[in-house]
């Protein structure tokens, strides 16, 4: 374990934090000591307070700007032996598995919507790949709904299928990420060789695995374990985001891309992409052929095709909106949500002052436009929307904002790229620091 | 593409309005041969509000100004600006639906208010700007909340964009971000354009939501277009025929130059678009190496490697 180079093992330091503590099942969590009754005898407070918590945990990250990777490509290897059989996640590992992944891909590619996926199969000592790398997720979910393709059988080999997974992913651009997702149910692999030449290979390839363990953990490459199906799905869902940018072999490089138009036709034409007839298609820019889908390449000419709305949806992972803070009660004048006109808790009268360290206000303020928000509402715009309405609502702030969109990457992102030396620091960083959040 | 989310015939729909309330674009549509001011649109407007929400007995209803440099709710409004359309209230008319009423006050009133108070800020802003992002920012918040709180699914909702004023750059990313969360939410945008060129960026919005782009070809007959093409609910719309887009332009502008490009060179760290070689991405400062980039770009050398010859490529 040692001998692993950060690019595979990105979580060893937090890891060897979560060792000094104790085994997982060691350390518990007492949950019932939090719930003590409030002044008034009820428990509404103190739940409600969890609840808020919960809400909120998942959208309190970093928010400073870093350099990401947004073109991925990523294999998500999915073990099929026949432990993932097992009921210990219900209906089962492999149902629930396979539920997630396509929940996975899909929410992966509105994230990462010029990115790239493919599955690998692993089952019976060999590994197989479901589909090739491809821009498209409604091939991965047929692929992985075809009932045909999930039968499990004997055991799984991690080597053959991350092997298998690196002789395609060497083939992809610099520019772009290499990533591995394992699933892994099983304890055990059947490989043909030692799996830690394989490890180094994919160190020395700066390919990136995140491993998601249904069962234990096993000492090959550190990862998350489930413990139950929600954490299952946190899990899975934290590597959706692009990483940030940490190895030096990242190179930053101008893509020549394709807008293309979309024509209707009268008579039919072959497309590049499937060889069928269509009316309708995408006309690549430089050959002229027909493409059904975007984004792809065109299959003559090798043009990377997109549409501006494609390059669009990735801005927001570099102009994220910042986090909001809660508002204390001293100074929550505003009787309504700003964005949703829910009507907030009126300030409690001085008879009730006890308590009011224990109920929040309710309110959150974005410290751009000092606008305050219902809690679904700053959900909502950190998880979904991107956008902060108050910022957007006036005219001096957002004139602010928008400049300062446009500008603050620039002089961040400037300091990174200063000396190579700097600017690996400084994606670790930010790494470590994602990861302590 | 069809409406992805089933929708019956008994749902209440929630019809979000925003109405582009920019005196200066009014002020030109009102003085075109054959334009409209805006208070006969507004008129015609609370004649479709009105038609909306006598539909069904629980279809609901919000209206969202977009003015120059703010954008605000004019219906609902809490009960702290309520005054505002009490003192409206001067007609008391026995006859009249109270909710229909309600409605026509509290729109009229906000949007007198707005008028108002515009001349503060005039000068220091680009007059032809509307806050589209931020009204279309608080339709998707209080969407959200409305359909937090409809535990049965019942409500389907919405958005009409009533707009004159032409596209906003700086307001892009922010726009395009309202767009792909109502099409995550699958929340038709729908948009009439009044008066004035084409928006690319609503024009994007109506057909990356699956709504309907309207221009007027006579702004005169605004309440017809209304009724006609976005009364319909979701569920009607299954079965009419409505107006579609011919073209839509998915072609990009560089960052350097503002020109259209159909072949560019993306930075593949912050995907700015230009339209001729660069040693430094003008957004993100990165700076390109030599080393693969093939201006001419021959037949599969693209990136300077092999494109996936090895692995075949398929979509």
Redesign the interface.
Known sequence: MANLNPPVDIDDEAHVNDQQVGYAWEDYKRSWDELQEDADGSLKSIVEKQINRGKRKRHLRDTSTI??G??RHMFIVIDLSEVMLEKDLRPSRLELTLSYTEQFIQEYF?QNPISQVGIIVTKDGIAQKLT?????PM?HIRALQNKKNTETEGEPSLQNALDLARS?LI??????SREILVIFGSLSTCDPDNIYNTIDQLVKDSIRVSVVGLAAEVQICTYGVVLNEVHFKELLFEIIPPPA?TSAQY????????????VTRKTPTQCM??GKSTLGGYLC??CQST???LP??C??????LV???H??????H??PVGNFVEVPWSSASS?????????FLSIPSTRSNQQLPEISSGRYKCLECNNH??I??DV??HD??????GC?????S??NK??S??ST??SS??QQ?NGDSSHNSKGKNAIKNRNES | MKDTVSVSEDESNLLVLIIDTNPFVWAKAAASPGGLSFDQALSQILVFINAHLALKHDNRLAVIASHVGVSKFLYPITEANTHLSEEMDSTNDSNMYQTFRVVNQHVTAGAINLLKNVDTQITTLDQSNSMDAGALSMAMCYINRLLRADDGNHIKPRILVITLSSDSPLQYVAIMNCIFSAQKASIPIDVCKIFGDETVFLQQAAHITNGIYLKLEKPKGFLQYLMLTFLPDRYLRTTLCLPGQDQVDFRAACFCHKKIVDIGYVCSVCLSIFCEIMPQCSTCRTSFGQSSLMPTGGLGIVNGVQPYSITPYTI
């Open positions: 350099q990401r947004i073109l509105d090739e790398l491809s821009g498209n091939d395609t083939y992809v651009p610099a520019h772009g940018i190179k930053s490089e101008l893509i020549m891309m394709g807008f293309p138009t979309h992409c499937h820019p430089r493409i059904c889908e792809s390449e299959d003559l000419c090798g043009l990377t549409s501006s709305p390059l669009a949806r990735s801005y927001h570099l102009f009787t309504e949500c700003f964005s949703c006109l829910l009507t928000f219902c679904d509402c909502f715009i979904v929307l991107h956008n902060c309405p957007l609502s006036k005219s001096e957002s004139k928008l400049v969109s446009s990457p620039s992102i400037q790229t």
